[in-house]
């Protein structure tokens, strides 16, 4: 039971072009969304949220889309940097844990 | 000053022998967490420690046994290792019901 899906499993990107890693989620008693930047060997560190009765909310480079009818959410990253590449994780959190998608490896060329 | 550290960072052991992880945060946080990612790089929770004691356990086997001694501190004890629990354990921390949260580096166990 994949609650939360990303299907993609990774993508590549030019620097300075937009970045756009995607994530679905099945279970609608989700409130809170989270993504998270995972570099080799180390672990994830929190990027950005944002609550379900948002629609978007923006941070620096990172701006992150709620779609709740669709139950779909987006990371934008704007403009992508090479420091960028690593593994996106999303996750959503229903209350008392975090259910995370297998990841996203985004890799930013310069 | 590592906020949540972890160890040790890789274990390699025989089928059969009894391992712990050691995690601890320095973070102030109540609330301390192990996940297991999976050879489909998933990261699923295994338990969850509000105040030392237990919220969560996902139906992880008897053979995982987690302990935590005071706030700061959430090891895993893991009893008769199989081949199947080769992955890569995470220890995280948070503030009780709150999904924000900070992550060790990570035990990569290897069982042969």
């Known amino acids: 039971d994949q609650q939360v899906k990303q299907n993609s499993p990774s993508l590549s990107v030019q620097e300075g072009r937009i970045s756009i890693l995607n994530c679905d989620y099945t279970n609608s008693m989700f409130d809170y969304f989270l993504w998270y930047k995972k570099y080799p060997a180390e672990g994830p560190t929190f990027l950005i949220s944002i609550s379900s009765i948002k629609d978007k909310n923006e941070d620096g480079r990172f701006t992150v889309f709620l779609n709740k009818s669709a139950k779909h959410l987006s990371l934008h990253i704007v403009p992508s940097q090479p420091g960028d590449s690593a593994v996106y994780f999303c996750?959503?959190?229903?209350?008392?844990?975090?259910?995370f998608g297998a990841g996203t490896i985004l890799r930013v060329k310069s | 000053d590592t906020a949540v550290s972890q160890t040790p960072k890789y274990l390699v052991t025989q089928m059969g022998n009894d391992k712990s992880i050691k995690c601890e945060q320095n973070?102030?946080?109540?609330?301390m967490y192990w996940y297991k990612q999976d050879s489909k790089k998933f990261l699923k929770i295994m338990f969850s420690y509000n105040n030392k004691e237990l919220i969560i356990n996902e139906t992880v086997p008897n053979r995982f046994s987690p302990k935590s001694p005071d706030k700061a501190h959430l090891n895993l004890h893991i009893n008769s290792l199989e081949l199947g629990d080769s992955a890569v354990y995470f220890c995280?921390?948070?503030?009780?019901?709150?999904?924000?949260?900070?992550f060790g580096s990570g035990t990569q166990l290897s069982v042969l």
């Open positions: 973070l102030g946080h109540d609330t």
């Open positions: 996750a959503a959190w229903n209350g008392n844990k975090l259910v």
């Open positions: 995280a921390s948070s503030q009780f019901l709150t999904g924000i949260g900070a």
